[in-house]
């Protein structure tokens, strides 16, 4: 069965220090990655994906992620951090059955960032 | 502006009641999607639908209905054999293609 770990749960950082969330996934078949923030009591919103092409991936927010496949790790990169990125991460991988499309999420990783 | 609505945004329930979360969807979006999510355990798939008048379970489906008789719409029912509802539930919709989910805004279910 398709996976997804976010290997750290919380993360703190200063603001302005770069930060680093990571991903493993698990999967026998081509690979659809993606990255979503989720700030208090609201909805998980589209950071960024990776679908095919070009490893390293840029999404909003000054946020990117490169896609590794020989590690299967898709970590979520920003070199300077705002206090404004104080939020939850989902990485999810996208998984096909019976052609239905579904995500599969990882645990989620809390980032805060310290003034 | 095109979105996903859900409501209420904060739910009670007493014990032995259903109760009925609302996702509607103005994006024109074929698939729709209803999520759980716990602390720690980030989000789990409850019902999924592809089209209208279909529907299919996901990994947590017991205790749960739903229903699509509209395309806009996708109501999820708590029922009083979910034994442990209390959760935040999120909604998504899909357009086709390899597009990527949009998720509402969540509503927070609570038992009293």
């Known amino acids: 069965a398709q996976s997804v770990t976010q290997l750290d749960s919380q993360v703190p950082v200063f603001e302005e220090a770069p930060v680093e969330l990571r991903c493993n996934y698990s999967?026998?078949?081509?690979?659809?990655l993606f990255w979503y923030v989720q700030y208090p009591n609201q909805g998980l919103q589209l950071l960024l994906k990776?679908?095919?092409?070009?490893?390293l991936v840029k999404g909003i927010n000054g946020f990117e992620a490169e896609f590794n496949k020989s590690q299967t790790s898709f970590h979520l990169r920003k070199p300077s951090v705002h206090i404004s990125d104080t939020a939850e991460y989902f990485c999810?991988?996208?998984?096909?059955?019976?052609?239905?499309?579904?995500?599969?999420f990882g645990q989620g990783t809390r980032l805060t960032i310290n003034p | 502006d095109g979105g996903i609505t859900q409501s209420p945004k904060y739910l009670f329930r007493k014990e032995g009641q259903n109760v009925t979360l609302s996702c509607e969807q103005n994006?024109?979006?074929?698939?729709m999607y209803w999520y759980r999510q716990d602390p720690g355990q980030g989000l789990r798939l409850i019902y999924y639908?592809?089209?209208?008048?279909?529907?299919q379970k996901g990994d947590i489906a017991e205790g749960y209905s739903v229903s699509r008789e509209k395309k806009e719409s996708f109501p999820l029912t708590v029922t009083s054999a979910q034994k442990n509802p209390t959760a935040f539930y999120l909604c998504?919709?899909?357009?086709?293609?390899?597009?990527?989910?949009?998720f509402g805004d969540g509503t927070r279910l609570s038992i009293l």
């Open positions: 994006l024109n979006h074929d698939a």
């Open positions: 990776y679908l095919s092409g070009s490893t």
């Open positions: 999967s026998s078949v081509s690979v659809y």
């Open positions: 999810a991988v996208r998984i096909s059955i019976q052609g239905a499309q579904k995500l599969v």
């Open positions: 998504a919709s899909r357009d086709r293609g390899g597009k990527p989910q949009h």
């Open positions: 639908s592809q089209i209208v008048n279909d529907f």
